[in-house]
């Protein structure tokens, strides 16, 4: 269907977004972060933008929208946007599923390598002109495990590969990684501890949805080798950060690579802060120069699709939450 009025919920300030005033006259464009901004534009609105993850914001204009037709999100995650009017309503809700899977993926690859090669081990040893030999290891015959093979997972699982890593995927539809050529074993969700266990390193990268919190718990924790090494980029609400504090301070676990966090900010007083066998980044593993450009412009392909009666991609599963 053609659009005649596109809607985004963003900063109408926001540099990213030109690509989408461009489109201008062709449709009418109406931008806010605000109900009086965008109130008296909702009843005309096909297609909505979300930028800005204004939950009840959404939830006060959804039940005006009668003429919309299709939702997307800019964000990959869509966990602060669901509410149950949504997730009943027949409207479709997209994603930016697959643009911050590059990224991602390089940190996984940047993480493995920084406690392969102890790399701050080498900073410490230069900062205090100390020249000491050590072995450091190969990625190269090692396991990757992947809880959550998805894009991310997957562009992981690529990358790994082409240092000669062993891949071993888990996910809840294991039927859909059959065949892929980066992968050496597929794994169910109910085997996942076989998969951690046989794991020298440990991918996270699962949605907050309904079934993943603390996903990563005790048990799990337990199950890893003691040389293992956890690196979460999908979710803090997967990983039960207590018990993971337990087995870093114990000695039980090589390491971990953290990317995202129960509570963010990450409070001053945390324990990441100061273990030495923890890598932080503050959630911002996938902010490259062009990261929301890339986001519009996926937004912007699929536009095309929906103008031209084309599948959408990156259709949301709302029930399931991703």
Not at 20 to 26: E, G
Not at 28 to 46: C, K, V
Not at 55 to 71: G, H, M, Q, S, Y
């Amino acid at each position: 269907m053609s659009v005649e009025h596109l809607l985004v919920l963003a900063d109408p300030t926001a540099r990213h977004l030109e690509p989408l005033r461009q489109l201008a006259p062709r449709l009418h464009l109406t931008l806010g972060a605000s109900e009086a901004e965008l109130g008296a534009a909702i009843e005309q609105a096909q297609v909505l933008v979300i930028d800005s993850q204004k939950k009840d914001l959404l939830r006060t204009l959804l039940p005006r929208a009668r003429n919309l037709r299709w939702i997307h999100s800019l964000f990959a995650g869509v966990e602060n946007l669901l509410f149950e009017e949504l997730i009943q309503s027949p409207l479709p809700l997209t994603n930016s599923k697959g643009v911050y899977s590059g990224s991602l993926s390089e940190f996984a690859l940047a993480a493995m390598l920084f406690f392969a090669k102890d790399l701050r081990r080498l900073v410490r040893q230069q900062a205090e002109a100390r020249w000491q030999p050590f072995t450091s290891v190969e990625l190269r015959g090692q396991t990757l495990g992947i809880l959550g093979y998805g894009d991310i997972g997957r562009a992981a699982a690529q990358r790994a590969k082409a240092f000669g890593m062993r891949i071993l995927a888990c996910r809840r539809r294991p039927g859909q990684s059959e065949g892929d050529p980066f992968v050496d074993a597929v794994f169910p969700l109910e085997r996942r501890q076989e998969m951690i266990a046989a794991s020298d390193y440990l991918l996270l990268a699962m949605p907050n949805a309904p079934g993943t919190q603390r996903m990563m718990g005790e048990a799990e924790l337990n199950a890893l080798k003691p040389h293992a090494v956890l690196i979460n980029v999908g979710r803090g609400s997967t990983v039960d950060e207590a018990a993971l504090v337990r087995v870093l301070e114990q000695g039980r676990l090589r390491g971990a690579a953290l990317d995202v966090f129960e509570t963010e900010p990450l409070p001053a007083g945390h324990p990441f802060w100061r273990l030495e066998n923890v890598l932080l980044s503050p959630h911002c593993a996938d902010h490259t120069p062009t990261w929301r450009e890339d986001a519009v412009a996926f937004f912007l392909k699929n536009l095309e699709r929906f103008e031209a009666g084309a599948p959408l991609l990156n259709l949301v599963d709302k029930h399931a939450g991703y």
